[in-house]
């Protein structure tokens, strides 16, 4: 059963200077190999899987390799990078801008040059930078820009500040767990209570906090001002993406806790491989529990909410 029409939230460009700079750093997103990436390449696995647009960005580790004028730098010749494609093939292409993290400042201005000139679909933040979570107050000024302008936030799971274990690169285990540590340190720190005009989409169907959102209204009695059923109705404002999550455990539950609406597809190309993005499309397809309009949220509509762009096309 194909879907033409798909938009695709989660999916990954890897520009050639940002390659280089990754490779003369040293990094990696958490220890997984970095893969080969070109334009060509990804609108034809869309054409192959149904993916009518793909929603762009920068995967771990991010623009900030430890200087804050370099991480400038890289940023905005990512996101000009990004802007290109997008102008060429706006059918097939938008993009989440990069910012600067943890260097606030920059990020602000990044944020205003990507909306304003770049026309960017949102911007993409890490899980956390150097061990600081979203929910610090230091990205307060960062939080009230973007949802004064009613930004589409895209977070993407880094390395956590811990050892890795070996043989499991932060990609297989640790994402997932950072994902739902940012969110729930968001939630409790006020961040979606304050900020109601954005919109913040949690890659991998939120890590486990579809699975775990009640125990995390015990958060209550250690942070005065908050209630449990405050903070799960915050945990609800978060949207989600279906990236890796489609599986037969971890799809009900991302049906169950999601607010209606805010469930888009994801592919996670090209960190994913393909082989496993069939499997896991295959999955979606044949899922018996969606109800009415449902699947066609997922692949589309979700996204046309939005991205109000993608709904005119």
């Not at 194909?2 to 700079?21: F, W």
């Not at 929603?55 to 996101?79: K, W, Y």
Request: aromatic share 10%.
């Amino acid at each position: 059963m194909a879907y033409p029409s798909r938009i695709d939230v989660h999916q990954h460009l890897i520009p050639p200077a940002y390659r280089e700079a990754m490779d003369r750093h040293g990094e990696t997103a958490g220890g997984w190999p970095t893969p080969a990436w070109d334009a060509e390449s990804a609108i034809a696995m869309m054409d192959r899987r149904s993916i009518a647009t793909g929603i762009l960005s920068i995967s771990s580790p991010g623009t900030h390799f430890g200087d804050d004028a370099e991480a400038r730098a890289i940023t905005r010749d990512v996101n000009e990078y990004s802007a290109e494609l997008t102008k060429d093939r706006p059918d097939r292409f938008g993009f989440f801008a990069s910012l600067p993290l943890p260097d606030v400042e920059g990020a602000i201005a990044e944020t205003s040059y990507a909306l304003d000139e770049l026309h960017a679909d949102g911007v993409v933040l890490l899980s956390n930078y150097y061990g600081r979570y979203l929910g610090h107050k230091e990205f307060d000024p960062l939080w009230a820009e973007l949802d004064a302008r009613a930004a589409v936030v895209f977070i993407h799971p880094t390395a956590p500040p811990m050892p890795m274990l070996a043989g499991m690169p932060s990609p297989l285990l640790d994402f997932p767990f950072d994902t739902t540590r940012t969110a729930v340190h968001m939630t409790l720190n006020g961040v979606l209570s304050r900020h109601t005009r954005m919109k913040v989409i949690l890659s991998h169907a939120g890590g486990f906090l579809p699975y775990s959102a009640w125990r995390f209204t015990g958060g209550a009695q250690f942070n005065p001002g908050t209630k449990p059923m405050g903070i799960l109705t915050d945990l609800q404002r978060f949207h989600f993406d279906t990236a890796l999550s489609t599986t037969p455990s971890a799809l009900p539950s991302l049906l169950a806790f999601a607010a209606p609406g805010h469930i888009c597809y994801g592919s996670d190309f090209p960190f994913a491989p393909e082989g496993s993005g069939d499997l896991l499309d295959s999955f979606l397809e044949s899922y018996e529990g969606f109800g009415p309009g449902q699947l066609d949220a997922i692949n589309r509509s979700s996204a046309e909410a939005l991205f109000p762009r993608l709904a005119a096309a």
